[in-house]
T-cell receptor, first 115, second 114 residues
């Protein structure tokens, strides 16, 4: 079945450092790919998404590129802020068909940014 | 619109008791989902409603679990005869028709079974 594997945390960075959180997936065809963020005490929020190969999703300085050849969707940010401290989840939904509403998540990566 | 609301935020119950959680989706969203998140794991799909019809149930949803969405508005998730392994965060999300993965998640109900 479908699965998502993401970089184990926790990740601790200093403010303005470069961030990469790796995410790879297993799925048939061309799933849609997502990054969600969960701030303490809050629900998951969609950060960015990509629905086809070579698409780049971006939001709030974060970027991720859908790489079909490596089945990857790594999250990057050039300069992190303390306010980026949160848990980040990579997720996929199946290509088309009857189950494309269903999200499969990775385990999450806790990011802590220190001033 | 206040987003997806879940109630209660926290619930502590004794093993063997029944519990019920409520989810109020965004009013114009006709799709509603329940997920479960255990410590250190990502959310796992439990069940999905389109309007009042429950269209899919995960194998994770044992016969002690039941979900309803009467009139296609709010939804309830009931767990009967709770077990310690049911301790988790229960997340509700909703989405509009035709935008299946434009989910809006609620803040969740954290269940602790003692």
């Amino acid at each position: 079945g479908d699965s998502v594997t993401q970089m184990e945390g926790p990740v601790t960075l200093s403010e303005e450092a470069f961030l990469t959180i790796n995410c790879t997936y297993t799925a048939t065809g061309y799933p849609s790919l997502f990054w969600y963020v969960q701030y303490p005490g809050e629900g998951l929020q969609l950060l960015l998404k990509a629905t086809k190969a070579d698409d780049k999703g971006s939001n709030k300085g974060f970027e991720a590129t859908y790489r079909k050849e490596t089945t990857s969707f790594h999250l990057e940010k050039g300069s992190v802020q303390v306010s980026d401290s949160a848990v980040y989840f990579c997720a996929l939904s199946p290509e088309g068909g009857g189950s494309n509403y269903k999200l499969t998540f990775g385990k999450g990566t806790l990011l802590t940014v220190n001033p | 619109d206040t987003g997806v609301s879940q109630d209660p935020r926290h619930k502590i119950t004794k093993r063997g008791q029944n519990v019920t959680f409520r989810c109020d989706p965004i009013s114009e969203h006709n799709r509603l989902y329940w997920y479960r998140q255990t410590l250190g794991q990502g959310p796992e799909f439990l069940t999905y409603f389109q309007n009042e019809a429950q269209l899919e149930k995960s194998r994770l949803l044992s016969d002690r679990f039941s979900a309803e969405r009467p009139k296609g508005s709010f939804s309830t998730l009931e767990i009967q005869r709770t077990e310690q392994g049911d301790s988790a965060m229960y997340l509700c999300a909703s989405s509009p028709m035709g935008q299946s993965t434009s989910y809006t998640f609620g803040s969740g109900t954290r269940l602790t079974v003692v």
